[in-house]
């Protein structure tokens, strides 16, 4: 059964920092290039930062450059997303994603877990 499990503190203040975590079962998790995306009220899902299946690319959105870092270890099957400098507009839901294309595309989201920057 394939989970993904993402988790950390919900609420931080502004200029604080807060670092996701994503535990994932069920695959083969260092065959699978793995990513954050996050949801604001009203807004659609936004690709927030991505890692290779190695850790030995990432890429993140241009307005996150910087702030957020997004590193996995693969013993423990899992991911991270590690933000700094948090903002009021960075609140949104962040969704863990894994993703491996070969040939057949196999595509796995968390269920999201809640960030709220707020004083």
């Known amino acids: 059964q394939v989970q993904l499990v993402e988790s950390g503190v919900g609420l931080v203040q502004p200029g604080g920092s807060l670092r996701l975590s994503c535990a994932v079962s069920g695959f083969t998790f260092s065959c699978f290039s793995m990513s954050w995306s996050r949801q604001a009220p009203g807004k659609e899902r936004e690709l927030v930062a991505a890692?290779?299946?190695?850790?030995?690319?990432?890429t993140y959105a241009d307005s996150l450059k910087g702030r957020f870092t997004i590193s996995r270890d693969n013993a423990k099957n899992t991911v991270y997303l590690q933000m700094n400098s948090l903002k009021p507009e960075d609140t949104a839901v962040y969704y863990c994603n894994a993703r491996r294309n070969s040939g057949t595309l196999w595509d796995y989201w968390g269920q999201g877990t809640q960030v709220t920057v707020s004083s």
């Open positions: 890692i290779s299946s190695a850790g030995s690319r990432t």
